[in-house]
């Protein structure tokens, strides 16, 4: 038996996700399914199990150790290191089949020096920067820095790519802006370009609200789990949520007036209360600024989290929801009969972003498979 505060992740809705993001933009361009932070909390190696089957045809993290892990796993696939990597990491990103992004010349020098020394050729992408400001070589001084890699006869460019820095606000001018500095560089590099056979620009926002930077191929993150960047862009892609987090009842306590609730006794009971304790808290990932503000959902009702979020427990009132026991099952994200509690609308509780709800579900947190398809 699982601990019982777990997520469940819906492969069934993932492999949807993929179909849904293809559909929208078409059989030409391909996938680049980015499974950094452990899949966005998902769950690197199955996730990228269910990718790869639907099609996806190259996987994204962000940092040498995550390739490291998913080729333990036995994960074949082109794997891109979309973060900056050390030179004293070179051997590793050769020896893991890694493919690098190259922005600096010296790094890619290196790169091409110690490829040679294994006799092998690299696959490098080269990342221009069109606006983020981070690791990528500026877009003016694109082209002459690509002149120069072609010398570097251990070094292949397999790609050219960028990255949107604001393609979750609503009809972003600046992505337009950035389009047109990477489709500048495109065009200045005249015959070279031929030669590259991947451009890519588009994270989730750009995907669903910018069409023209899909180029050969698309980077999605957020989206393949469910989830839109922000409320601004539109919800245009039909995709579902892949995460949801459950609990049950641990313990029932009737309150008087008067008792008070968790740490600091924040929470003073004015009227005969029944409260719930759940078995999770502030170290499986949520958040302690939803005290006395988050909802989970017990038999199809919502119930307010009241006190403070413990660090293993919070408590929630539950006078109003007829017959609770202990072991009722409690969604904290996801569905139950007819209500629901998005991962978005959590995130705007906490003033951030969905990405970083979905993060922040700890490692004690057991991940549970559901809706594996038949083989
Ligand atoms: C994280 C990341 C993505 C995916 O972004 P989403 O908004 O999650 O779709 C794409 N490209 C790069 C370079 C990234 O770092």
């Not at 990718?51 to 040498?64: C, F, K, Q, S, T």
């Not at 015959?191 to 590259?196: E, F, K, L, P, V």
């Amino acid at each position: 038996m699982h601990r019982p505060a777990w997520v469940e992740i819906d492969l069934n809705a993932l492999s949807h996700n993929v179909s849904a993001i293809k559909k929208m933009v078409g059989p030409q361009v391909k996938i680049m399914g980015i499974v950094k932070a452990d899949a966005y909390g998902h769950g690197d190696y199955e996730v990228s199990r269910v990718l790869l089957n639907h099609g996806v045809e190259m996987l994204g993290i962000a940092i040498l150790e995550e390739g490291i892990q998913l080729r333990n796993k036995g994960i074949e696939a082109p794997l891109f290191l979309l973060g900056g990597i050390f030179e004293d990491q070179i051997d590793a990103v050769i020896q893991y089949n890694l493919i690098p992004a190259v922005y600096d010349l010296k790094l890619a020098e290196a790169l091409s020096k110690r490829a040679h020394y294994y006799n092998r050729v690299i696959n490098a992408h080269v990342y221009v920067d069109t606006g983020m400001g981070s690791i990528g070589v500026k877009y003016d001084g694109a082209v002459e820095f690509i002149r120069s890699l072609q010398a570097m006869k251990n070094l292949f460019i397999g790609g050219i790519y960028t990255h949107c820095s604001c393609s979750d606000e609503k009809e972003s001018v600046f992505t337009n802006l950035q389009i047109k500095r990477f489709k500048d560089v495109l065009a200045a590099l005249g015959a070279i370009m031929a030669d590259i056979p991947l451009k890519h620009m588009a994270n989730s926002g750009a995907i669903i609200g910018h069409p023209d930077a899909y180029f050969t191929m698309v980077r999605p993150g957020l989206s393949l789990y469910g989830l839109y960047p922000s409320e601004e862009v539109s919800r245009n892609i039909g995709i579902r949520p892949v995460m949801s987090f459950k609990t049950r009842v641990i313990h029932i306590k009737d309150m008087k007036p008067g008792d008070v609730v968790g740490y600091s006794g924040t929470y003073r009971v004015t009227k005969p209360t029944r409260v719930a304790t759940l078995p999770f808290g502030y170290d499986d990932g949520y958040n302690r600024l939803l005290s006395s503000k988050g909802k989970v959902i017990i038999r199809g009702t919502q119930a307010s989290i009241i006190g403070r979020v413990c660090m293993d427990q919070c408590f929630v009132d539950v006078t109003n929801i007829k017959g609770v026991s202990v072991g009722d099952e409690v969604v904290v994200y996801g569905s139950q009969g007819q209500e629901t509690i998005s991962i978005e609308s959590v995130a705007k509780q906490l003033n951030t972003i969905p990405y970083e709800v979905t993060c922040a579900v700890s490692k004690r947190v057991p991940r549970i498979y559901i809706n594996h398809e038949e083989k």
